[in-house]
């Protein structure tokens, strides 16, 4: 039984529209976040407080590392070559 919790929706490569879910996993509380392809990001109650809690230090890690991943794939793709 999966419940829309709020209104952001995500819109996939694929034109699909995702929301973001509630739902339960061996009787605990689950969410799950739409990624852009057809696995979402899912976790629990005490991930959920984790990301919370470190919001700032992951907020930075990305802006830190976010050309990281690109410039790894261009790297692959030119070893493909």
């Known amino acids: 039984m ?3 919790v709020n209104k952001k929706k995500r819109n996939n490569d694929n034109g699909s529209v995702d929301a973001v879910q509630v739902s339960e996993f061996k009787g605990s509380p689950v969410i799950s ?7 979402p990001f899912t976790f629990g109650l005490t991930k959920a407080k ?3 809690e470190y919001y700032d230090d992951i907020k930075a890690f990305v802006k830190v590392n976010k050309n990281k ?6 790297n692959d793709d030119e070893d493909d070559d």
């Open 2 to 4: 999966a419940l829309k």
């Open 33 to 39: 976040l739409p990624t852009g392809n057809q696995y």
């Open 50 to 52: 984790l990301i919370i």
């Open 69 to 74: 991943s690109l410039k790894k794939k261009i």
